[in-house]
């Protein structure tokens, strides 16, 4: 089970952390995605992160501004997310999926050849509930 938490109503140019729980199993095997979605737009994937090897990928539109970390002991992945603007208004989840069974990534992570972009694929088996952001201008 996946519980994230953070979201509430900020100003443009302001700062939240969103926090992602699991229970049930332990983030060490795992990929670890944030995705949102907003209002009419697909849901897109903001921040990816391949927990054993530390491998995280950003979408263009947050990099620079949102950083995301994982504390295995707390088996909590955070998104930190500076700078925030309007359009980063949406409602925003945490997913899990287990390493091995990501066959979509394992074609792109071979050897020293690593497309971490692969990592924010939206076939994540399991998913949380959402949290809104929203961002005021």
């Known amino acids: 089970q996946l519980q994230a938490s953070g979201g509430g109503l900020v100003q443009t140019g302001g700062s939240l952390r969103l926090s992602c729980t699991a229970s049930?199993?332990?983030?060490?095997?795992?990929?670890i995605g944030w995705f949102r979605q907003a209002p009419g737009k697909e849901r897109e994937g903001v921040s990816c992160?391949?927990?054993?090897?530390?491998?995280?990928y950003y979408a263009g539109s947050v990099k620079g501004r949102f950083t995301s970390s994982s504390h295995n002991a707390e088996n909590t992945l955070y998104l930190q997310m500076n700078s925030l603007k309007p359009e980063d208004t949406a409602v925003y989840y945490c997913?899990?999926?287990?390493?091995?069974?990501?066959?979509?990534?394992?074609?792109?992570?071979?050897?020293?050849?690593?497309?971490?972009?692969?990592?924010?694929?939206?076939?994540?088996?399991?998913w949380g509930q959402g949290t809104q952001v929203t961002v005021s201008s």
């Open positions: 997913a899990a999926d287990w390493v091995g069974t990501r066959r979509d990534v394992a074609a792109d992570w071979v050897g020293t050849r690593r497309d971490v972009s692969a990592l924010c694929r939206d076939t994540y088996a399991y």
């Open positions: 992160i391949r927990v054993s090897e530390g491998s995280t």
């Open positions: 049930g199993f332990t983030f060490d095997d795992y990929d």
